[in-house]
């Protein structure tokens, strides 16, 4: 059911890979809400990906570009105007990688090259598409730009490894260009803290599925899913939430406030049973 809140606007979704992606369903909500868009995404992915898919789904065009390019953002922002003919309404970040993570390096163990391309991948990424867009003018007032990241950012997670910091820098450079970009341009800036969530690039995290059970077992309203995640982005990306900014949202059942719920002592007080 669409309630139109995005009629008019126009967006740039950065990341979207496969249908897994929730990127990709943010893509499609945004579309069915009435918004006009562009989809961008780095060339390898583009071939490997099947982002030719949903921008004939969206009617979106693909610009390709390597977010960590200051070039090829400008390229992104310059041409969206063009196609929009006038200014951005909203940006989705959704870039994450670990080479680390992918090799399955410890955290005490860190290939620190892998390291600094994990930071400026998942989140110098970030910095570097706020100020092209900034430096552009490339935003309308009152316009939208979210982040997605994840609790890690905060509490100690195994084997999310050094994402964790990236997710931390992420947040940070939210709060801190989401001031500036609040009081000069009236532009919010926030992000999303999503439970964990079956996409392709969470598949490479030690230990998923394990940790996908436990924080539904944790979580009362269970955990959220892509789908979901992309109805509260719309609702961000909507004059509904206007003077909202410099915000880390969990979107995750109540998993970040929980310490232990009754089916997790359930399953635990059971492990203990059959040790015994």
Known sequence: MSYNLLKGKKGIIFGALDEKSIAWQIALKAHEEGAVLTLSNTPVALRFGEIHKLACSCNAEILPADATSVADLENVFQQSMEIFGGKVDFVLHSIGMSMNVRKHKDYDDLDYDFFLKTIDISSVSFHKMLQVAKKLDAINEWGSILALSYI???????????????KALLESIARSFGYIYGREKNVRINTISQSPT???AGAAIKGMDGLIDFTERMSPLGNATAEECANFAIVLFSDLSRKVTMQNIYHDGGFSSMAMSLKAMMQYNKSLDEDQ
């Open 152 to 166: 890690a950012a905060q509490r100690t997670l195994v084997g999310y490894n050094d994402m964790a910091d990236a």
């Open 198 to 200: 079956r996409t392709t």
